[in-house]
């Protein structure tokens, strides 16, 4: 059975960092796409950061220069670092799994079949 556990969220000022761990098991972690995701109360969705099984990358607008996503093969493990945050960062943030059939990974969030629970990430003006 496919599992995700995030880890990392927190409270924090503006302008601070925060680097979000997710421990993925019962999965061959290097063969999947893996994307971080968050929703903020009242907002939709929103795909943050895919990574590939290459290490290639895609960031949303909205974080581009200021999260990375980043894995540990060895680990099984996703990480995403997020700094210069901003209130408006304020959101539960999600990681997520799918097996792509395609030669690229989606950054939408219904194509990620193994989801995580979230971790709650508040940041204060």
């Known amino acids: 059975q496919a599992q995700l556990v995030e880890s990392g969220g927190g409270s924090v000022q503006s302008g601070g960092s925060l680097r979000l761990s997710c421990a993925a098991s019962?999965?061959?972690?290097?063969?999947?796409?893996m994307g971080w995701f968050r929703q903020a109360q009242g907002k939709e969705r929103e795909g943050l950061a895919v990574i590939d099984r290459d290490g290639n990358t895609y960031y949303a607008d909205s974080v581009k220069g200021r999260f990375t996503i980043s894995q540990d093969n060895a680990k099984n493990t996703l990480y995403l670092q997020m700094n210069s945050l901003k209130p408006e960062d304020t959101a539960m943030y999600y990681c997520a799994a799918y097996l792509s059939s395609r030669d690229y990974c989606s950054a939408s969030w219904v194509e990620y079949n193994y989801r995580g629970q979230g971790t709650q990430v508040t940041v204060s003006s």
């Open positions: 019962g999965f061959t972690y290097s063969r999947w796409c």
